[in-house]
């Protein structure tokens, strides 16, 4: 009887506005939750089918679905902490639990889009609740090893060690100095020009380059050419380059290197005027100059003047700061100056977000409704920018929640008064007898 069957649908009413109750409540107990997605209710109708010609129509009532729009962004908040992180854009940071850190490789791999991650005791960064950033290591010299980007492989836990130190050896110098143009004339004395620069080992010790110019002078006239001879402390002193510079004394390049002859040690390349030294630690390539160059070795005037000396590489440091880029790239800095890049954080992503299994602690799992994941590197892809610095907001509109939360009261009450009505009909049905 379709009398029945409003009742039916007044109870399937009064559970869906239950459910529909239950998720705007736990949107607003989460509305300053940090990386909260709102949870969503959307009802739909059951139709009971039967002869449209019968004038008799049973209600099927409704039935809830309940889904959380993972793929919507909650505004970015910024913070103090450089390790606070989020995403400006699509895709999750890999992370896992810290009870999991024994067997990372076969735990599946959960996901987030915010995390303020910190190191503990045993240098793990990981967040308040227990999530572990998972990222790839860097090799020595910075680089990312290439891993496949369907699987998990290569991700390790995070580890930054706040009391390790590191050294960056010296590999690139530039050499700028002016010879004294007067020197090479005839009856001069021949003086031979001494300089010292520090370079850095690798092992962080500090050793030092011997730079000798000796003019040539000439029975008469100007010949315009020096002698360079290069010796390696860390060598034992040893002589590991010989050249002989001419300079060029027209009007257009005057004092601008004219050639350089290798007499014995690393070549000379004249399109980037670098000489290839090999000093005890390995190739270190010196910058002095092109040909025609007037950045680099040049013969004016009368004074003898180092006019540039720069290089990279430093001594042994202690690690001061640990920042993360746009890129995912996690950097540690020393407090000599010196950078080196330790981890890259790769972003997850699925074909369909809100496929994906909610956890615990603003967690998500790969689902079969989310179809497989493939590992991004930041701002690739459909992936956006990591950004540190900031955490991502909760995605609950209160104002929306509390005028959903007047409407749900309202179609609770109502279908309320639907069960009173049939059952006050029912009354009158079973009077009848009377």
Do not use: C
Not at 202 to 219: H, K, Y
Request: proline residues 4%; without cysteine; aromatic residues 6%.
């Amino acid at each position: 009887m379709s009398i029945s069957s409003s009742l039916n649908s007044a109870v399937s009413g009064l559970a869906a506005n239950a459910t529909k109750l239950a998720t705007i409540s736990d949107n607003i107990a989460n509305s300053g939750t940090y990386g909260y997605k709102r949870a969503e209710t959307e009802f739909n109708a059951l139709v009971l089918s039967g002869n449209s010609g019968a004038g008799v129509y049973f209600a099927g009532g409704t039935r809830p679905l309940t889904s959380r729009a993972i793929d919507a962004r909650g505004a970015l908040v910024a913070t103090s902490n450089a390790l606070d992180i989020a995403i400006s854009g699509r895709g999750m940071l890999p992370v896992t639990t810290y009870s999991a850190l024994s067997s990372v490789s076969s735990e599946p791999m959960k996901m987030t889009t915010t995390g303020s991650f910190h190191t503990d005791a045993s240098g793990v960064l990981r967040t308040d609740s227990g999530l572990v950033l998972l990222g790839w290591a860097a090799n020595a010299d910075g680089s990312i090893p290439v891993y496949p980007r369907g699987t998990q492989t290569g991700l390790v836990p995070i580890v930054i060690n706040t009391n390790q130190t590191a050294g960056d050896p010296t590999t690139q110098m530039t050499l700028a100095v002016n010879l004294p143009a007067t020197e090479t004339r005839a009856g001069e004395s021949g003086e031979v020009r001494v300089m010292s620069t520090e370079y850095f080992g690798n092992l962080g010790t500090s050793e030092s380059l011997d730079v000798e110019f000796e003019p040539t002078v000439p029975l008469s006239g100007e010949s315009n050419e020096w002698t360079m001879r290069i010796y390696d402390s860390a060598s034992g002193g040893a002589l590991i380059g010989e050249y002989v510079l001419v300079f060029d004394d027209s009007r257009g390049a005057g004092g601008t290197l004219a050639s350089v002859t290798v007499v014995s040690g690393g070549a000379y390349d004249a399109s980037t005027g670098i000489l290839d030294l090999a000093v005890a630690g390995g190739p270190l390539a010196m910058t002095i100059g092109k040909i025609g160059d007037t950045n680099g070795l040049t013969q004016l005037s009368d004074s003898f003047t180092p006019t540039s000396i720069t290089k990279d590489g430093s001594p042994v440091g202690n690690l001061t700061d640990v920042e993360i880029d746009e890129n995912g790239f996690i950097t540690a800095t020393y407090d000599t100056g010196f950078t080196r890049r330790i981890y890259q954080v790769p972003l997850v992503d699925v074909p369909n977000p809100n496929g994906l299994k909610a956890l615990n602690n603003q967690t998500f799992q790969v689902s079969p409704d989310s179809g497989s994941f493939t590992l991004w590197d930041a701002g690739d892809g459909p992936t956006g920018d990591v950004v540190g610095y900031a955490r991502e907001g909760s995605t609950t509109d209160v104002a929306a929640e509390l005028t959903s939360l007047i409407q749900t009261q309202r179609a609770y009450s109502s279908n309320a008064k639907v069960i009173q009505t049939v059952d006050e009909m029912l009354q009158e049905t079973t009077n009848i007898k009377r």
